[in-house]
């Protein structure tokens, strides 16, 4: 038998917008509330389509994993959350990304980019501080929103960090280099810097992929107690790590979102003959 990767061709004839959608809440009935729709997204750098006719609802107050080979998607789907494609000429967006409940259309020309990076922050796969202070590091993005009394900065970047579960490892050198912090504490710091300006959601691309095993194990704990206060979406190629953290996932393929729900449906009785492929390490 072949190893090689299975064509899209398998995937289901496309439905019209509504059936995608009422497709796409069935596996997320039981979620109380749902807090970002995306919706017909397509997206492409240049003349490339990189994402295809995607449809995703977000429940609240969960964690969503994005899995799937290299190449997929996945990373592109999470930039989109935070218009990080804005970045460079010629990328383009086609359907919505829909913030709940306000109805904002996170794509929408009308929206600052800059605005979105502060609602919707972002952790990267390699730790990525500041050459500034601890202390600076995570009050940079309130800096930027003119928090200026030091005292609601001081009592901002003590949350974010205890958010983080890094408080109790830094609280005696916030005025020290946060580039002389070991990687763990490097990304954990990166991850209170996200949640300092209280984004709606929280978008951790690979979060763990350059930790050892214990600072890995550190950022889990952190994502389970996370998900209280806040909504995350997480690409990972860990998928005994989407199966820890995970209340949802979604698996893709070729720019194309093959199939998503419980996080226990996803692994224990996939629905589409290219997740079980993917999962049982037959391709990707």
Same mark, same amino acid.
């Given at each position: 038998?072949?190893?090689?990767?299975?064509?899209?061709?398998?995937?289901?004839?496309?439905?019209?917008?509504?059936?995608?959608?009422?497709?796409?809440?069935?596996?997320?009935?039981?979620?109380?509330?749902?807090?970002?729709?995306?919706?017909?997204?397509?997206?492409?750098?240049?003349?490339?389509?990189?994402?295809?006719?995607?449809?995703?609802?977000?429940?609240?107050?969960?964690?969503?994993?994005?899995?799937?080979?290299?190449?997929?998607?996945?990373?592109?789907?999470?930039?989109?959350?935070?218009?990080?494609?804005?970045?460079?000429?010629?990328?383009?967006?086609?359907?919505?990304?829909?913030?709940?409940?306000?109805?904002?259309?996170?794509?929408?020309?009308?929206?600052?980019?800059?605005?979105?990076?502060?609602?919707?922050?972002?952790?990267?796969?390699?730790?990525?501080?500041?050459?500034?202070?601890?202390?600076?590091?995570?009050?940079?993005?309130? &800096? /930027?929103?003119?928090? !200026?009394?030091?005292?609601?900065?001081? +009592?901002?970047?003590?949350?974010?960090?205890?958010?983080? #579960? *890094?408080?109790?490892?830094?609280?005696?050198?916030?005025?020290?280099?946060?580039?002389?912090?070991?990687?763990?504490?490097?990304? &954990? /710091?990166?991850?209170? !810097?996200?949640?300092?300006?209280?984004? +709606?959601?929280?978008?951790?691309?690979?979060?763990?992929? #350059? *930790?050892?095993?214990?600072?890995?194990?550190?950022?889990?704990?952190?994502?389970?107690?996370?998900?209280?206060?806040?909504?995350?979406?997480?690409?990972?190629?860990?998928?005994?790590?989407?199966?820890?953290?995970?209340?949802?996932?979604?698996?893709?393929?070729?720019?194309?979102?093959?199939?998503?729900?419980?996080?226990?449906?996803?692994?224990?009785?996939?629905?589409?003959?290219?997740?079980?492929?993917?999962?049982?390490?037959?391709?990707?």
């Amino acid at each position: 038998m072949s190893n090689a990767a299975p064509a899209l061709t398998h995937l289901a004839p496309m439905a019209t917008r509504a059936s995608r959608l009422a497709a796409a809440r069935t596996d997320y009935a039981a979620s109380e509330s749902i807090k970002a729709e995306v919706r017909d997204l397509n997206f492409f750098y240049g003349q490339r389509q990189a994402l295809k006719n995607v449809n995703l609802p977000i429940p609240e107050r969960t964690v969503t994993a994005l899995i799937g080979p290299s190449g997929c998607g996945k990373s592109t789907l999470l930039r989109c959350f935070n218009r990080m494609h804005d970045l460079y000429p010629g990328n383009r967006y086609e359907g919505e990304i829909v913030l709940q409940p306000s109805g904002l259309n996170i794509l929408s020309p009308q929206v600052d980019p800059m605005e979105m990076r502060l609602r919707t922050g972002m952790v990267f796969q390699k730790p990525n501080p500041f050459p500034k202070s601890i202390f600076d590091n995570v009050a940079y993005g309130l &800096r /930027l929103r003119f928090v !200026r009394q030091r005292s609601i900065l001081q +009592e901002r970047v003590e949350k974010a960090l205890r958010a983080a #579960a *890094l408080w109790d490892e830094v609280k005696d050198r916030l005025h020290h280099s946060a580039v002389k912090l070991s990687g763990g504490q490097q990304q &954990r /710091l990166c991850v209170a !810097r996200a949640l300092a300006t209280d984004p +709606e959601i929280l978008l951790l691309d690979e979060p763990t992929s #350059a *930790l050892d095993p214990i600072a890995t194990s550190k950022i889990e704990d952190m994502i389970f107690a996370l998900k209280e206060e806040v909504t995350i979406l997480i690409v990972t190629h860990n998928m005994e790590q989407a199966a820890r953290v995970a209340d949802f996932t979604g698996f893709m393929y070729l720019g194309a979102l093959v199939e998503h729900g419980a996080t226990s449906q996803i692994f224990q009785t996939p629905k589409n003959q290219l997740t079980e492929k993917y999962l049982t390490g037959s391709f990707g």
